[in-house]
C-alpha cells in the first residue's frame, strides 16, 4: 500500500479554501473602493460562477485525453496566479472583466480534479477524506478572520497581495502533490437522460437552482451590506467564519440527522430556514444579534441542504452515472443558480436598495420550499431503513 500524501493533499485544500475565505467577502469591497457600481460588482463576481457552468468539464475532458490529472492542476495553479497578478495594474471595468474571467476559468478548474486524485490516494481508507478536507475549513476561517483583522489596519490595496499569497500557496502544493493511479468504474453504462426527465430529479434540480439563486445576494454584497452599516472588516470576517463552523457542526451530525428525519424533512427545513434568513439579513442588519443568529442557519441553508441534495442525486444517479449527477448538479445550481442570483442582485441593489434585494432572496427559497412539497415525494428519497449512500461522508468537500 502507497504511504498517503496527507500534509501535501492536506496543504493544497488549506490553501485553496484561503483563497475562497480572502477573496469573495472582501473582494466586493475593493472593487467598491474603485467606485464601481452595484450591477458592475454583480457582473464581476458573477464570472467565479459564469465559468463553474463549463471550464471543470473542459479541464477534466484535457486531463482524461492526457491522463495526466497533477500536471493540469498544476497548471491551472500558475495560470491562475498570473491571471490574478494582472489585478495590480487594471483598474477600467473591460479589463476587470476580462482578468476576472480569466481567473474564475482557471481557477475553477482544479478542484474536481484534486478530488478525484485525493480519492485515488484514499482508495484504501476513504474515511481519512474528512481529516485531510477539514484542513480547508481552517484554511477558510484563517483566511477569512486574518484578512479582516489586516484590512482594518491597511488599505483595501493590501487585499491584493493577501490573494496572492493564497495563490502561491495553492501553486507550491499543487507542486507537491504526486499523482494517484486511477480506478475505473466497473458498473454498466446507464442513460442519464432518463433519469433527469424523472419528476423528483427536475423538481429537485429546479429547487437547487433557486437556493444558489437566493444566496447570491449573499456571496456578492454581504460584506458590502455591514461595512455600510458600520461593521468593522474584522467583525465581517468573523461573522463569515460563524458560518463556516455552523457548516462543519451540521456536517459532524448529519448523517445521524438523516437517519432520524430523512432527505425530504431535511430538504423542506433547509429551503424554510433560508426565507427566514435572508429576510433577517435584508431588515435586521441594525441588530447584531439578528445577523448572527443568521449566520448560524448558514448551518441549514447550506450545510443541512447540500448534504441532502447530494445524498439524494448519489442516490437517484447510480453506478457510472454517479459522476455526472453530481457535475449536473454542480452546474445547475452553483453554477447556473449562482450566475443568476449574483446578476440579478447586482441590478436590484442599485435599484431597489439592500432590503429588497434580500427579500426576493427570500422569495427564490420560498419557490424552492414549493418545488421540494409539490415535485420531491417522501418515498422519493426516505425510504424506510435503507442505508444512508456512503458519499454522504464527503459532503463537505463542496463547503
Known amino acids: 500500500m502507497s504511504v498517503l500524501p496527507y500534509w501535501r493533499l492536506s496543504g493544497y485544500y488549506f490553501f485553496y479554501f484561503a483563497f475562497i475565505g480572502a477573496f469573495s467577502p472582501y473582494f466586493g469591497l475593493?472593487?467598491?473602493?474603485?467606485?464601481?457600481?452595484?450591477?458592475?460588482?454583480?457582473?464581476?463576481?458573477?464570472?467565479?460562477?459564469?465559468?463553474?457552468?463549463?471550464?471543470?468539464?473542459?479541464?477534466?475532458?484535457?486531463?482524461?485525453?492526457?491522463?495526466?490529472?497533477?500536471?493540469?492542476?498544476?497548471?491551472?495553479a500558475l495560470l491562475s496566479l498570473l491571471g490574478f497578478s494582472v489585478f495590480f495594474g487594471v483598474r477600467s471595468f473591460e479589463a476587470m472583466l476580462v482578468a476576472m474571467a480569466a481567473l474564475a476559468f482557471f481557477w475553477s478548474a482544479a478542484l474536481p480534479l484534486v478530488e478525484t486524485v485525493t480519492f485515488d490516494h484514499l482508495r484504501e481508507q476513504p474515511a481519512r477524506y474528512s481529516r485531510i478536507r477539514l484542513w480547508g475549513s481552517v484554511g477558510f476561517i484563517v483566511a477569512v478572520m486574518g484578512t479582516g483583522a489586516l484590512l482594518d489596519q491597511l488599505p483595501?490595496?493590501?487585499?491584493?497581495?493577501?490573494?496572492?499569497?493564497?495563490?502561491?500557496?495553492?501553486?507550491?502544493?499543487?507542486?507537491?502533490?504526486?499523482?494517484?493511479?486511477?480506478?475505473?468504474p466497473a458498473d454498466d453504462f446507464l442513460p442519464v437522460g432518463q433519469i433527469v426527465r424523472q419528476r423528483r430529479v427536475k423538481a429537485l434540480f429546479a429547487a437547487c437552482f433557486a437556493m444558489s439563486a437566493a444566496h447570491g445576494a449573499l456571496y456578492v454584497f454581504y460584506s458590502i451590506h455591514l461595512a455600510g452599516h458600520g461593521y468593522s472588516?474584522?467583525?465581517?470576517?468573523?461573522?463569515?467564519?460563524?458560518?463556516?463552523?455552523?457548516?462543519?457542526?451540521?456536517?459532524?451530525?448529519?448523517?445521524?440527522?438523516?437517519?432520524?428525519?430523512?432527505?425530504?424533512?431535511?430538504?423542506?427545513?433547509?429551503?424554510a430556514a433560508a426565507i427566514l434568513r435572508f429576510l433577517m439579513i435584508g431588515w435586521g442588519v441594525e441588530w447584531l444579534s439578528v445577523i448572527v443568529l443568521a449566520q448560524l442557519l448558514h448551518g441549514l441553508t447550506f450545510g443541512a441542504y447540500h448534504a441532502a441534495a447530494i445524498a439524494a442525486v448519489n442516490r437517484w444517479f447510480p453506478g457510472r452515472c454517479q459522476a455526472r449527477g453530481q457535475a449536473l448538479y454542480s452546474s445547475l445550481s452553483f453554477g447556473a443558480g449562482g450566475l443568476a442570483g449574483s446578476l440579478l442582485s447586482g441590478w436590484t441593489w442599485d435599484a431597489w436598495g439592500a432590503a429588497p434585494t434580500y427579500t426576493l432572496s427570500s422569495a427564490f427559497a420560498v419557490i424552492g420550499l414549493v418545488l421540494v412539497a409539490l415535485g420531491v415525494r417522501a418515498g422519493d428519497l426516505d425510504a424506510g431503513g435503507e442505508p444512508l449512500p456512503a458519499p454522504l461522508a464527503e459532503t463537505a468537500q463542496r463547503l
Open 30 to 76: 475593493y472593487l467598491q473602493s474603485l467606485s464601481f457600481s452595484a450591477w458592475d460588482i454583480g457582473l464581476l463576481m458573477s464570472q467565479m460562477q459564469l465559468m463553474r457552468l463549463f471550464a471543470p468539464y473542459l479541464w477534466g475532458a484535457l486531463a482524461d485525453r492526457l491522463g495526466r490529472r497533477v500536471a493540469i492542476i498544476r497548471l491551472a
Open 156 to 184: 483595501l490595496f493590501a487585499l491584493l497581495w493577501v490573494i496572492v499569497a493564497t495563490l502561491a500557496g495553492i501553486l507550491g502544493y499543487a507542486l507537491a502533490v504526486p499523482e494517484a493511479p486511477t480506478h475505473a
Open 233 to 271: 472588516k474584522f467583525l465581517v470576517g468573523c461573522l463569515w467564519s460563524l458560518g463556516v463552523l455552523a457548516e462543519i457542526v451540521v456536517f459532524f451530525f448529519m448523517i445521524g440527522l438523516l437517519r432520524r428525519f430523512g432527505l425530504r424533512t431535511i430538504l423542506l427545513v433547509s429551503f
